[in-house]
């Protein structure tokens, strides 16, 4: 069995007038992420996890902020066609182990949504994905509650 690992980071800006979109699904907050797609920053950093592991670069070659193609795309659109392209080296899903970085809203209660999204999407168990939210203690652009980043790695398997 050929196994491979990777990482994946993203941020975006949290702004006014934007839907929140983490991990697949809709959280309610007064502010979103803003970016040239949803900027769903969980899936976006678990889509760069997979293209590294898999040796095919990352997020932005694959999907470019300058195409009309992925203006205001739904991110789990982006996560299934990288799942393709990882599957075209003959690569599946092994495990993804993930955190969001985010002062509010409160994520946990939020887990279990995202991680059967995810699952659904990714079509793996429930079991693959770990999904897990932390603070930075109100320091740094997320602790001043202007952004929200998140890691991730993956395994793969061939």
């Known amino acids: 069995m050929n196994i491979r690992v990777g990482m994946g980071y993203d941020v975006h800006k ?7 979109w983490l991990g697949g699904i809709k959280i309610e907050h007064s502010v979103g992420l803003l970016g040239h797609s949803d900027a769903d920053v969980l899936i976006h950093a678990i889509c760069d996890a997979l293209l590294g592991a898999a040796n095919m670069r990352d997020i932005g070659y694959h999907f470019p902020d300058t195409s009309a193609d992925t203006l205001d795309v739904d991110s789990k659109i982006l996560l299934k066609k990288t799942i393709d ?13 993930a ?21 659904q ?4 168990d429930e079991d693959a994905i770990s999904i897990k939210a932390t603070t930075t203690e109100k320091l ?19």
């Not at 990882?86 to 599946?92: M, R």
Request: proline share 5%; hydrophobic share 40%; glycine share 10%.
């Open 99 to 119: 955190t969001v970085c985010a002062e509010r809203p409160k994520l946990n209660p939020h887990v279990p949504a995202m991680k059967a999204c995810l699952a």
């Open 85 to 97: 392209l990882i599957a075209t080296k003959g690569y599946k899903v092994g495990n993804i182990d």
């Open 14 to 20: 949290l702004v006014e007038g934007r839907d929140l």
């Open 140 to 158: 740094g652009f997320t602790g001043r509650e202007e952004g929200i980043s998140a890691y991730a790695v993956c395994l793969i398997e061939k």
């Open 121 to 124: 999407v990714m079509g793996v």
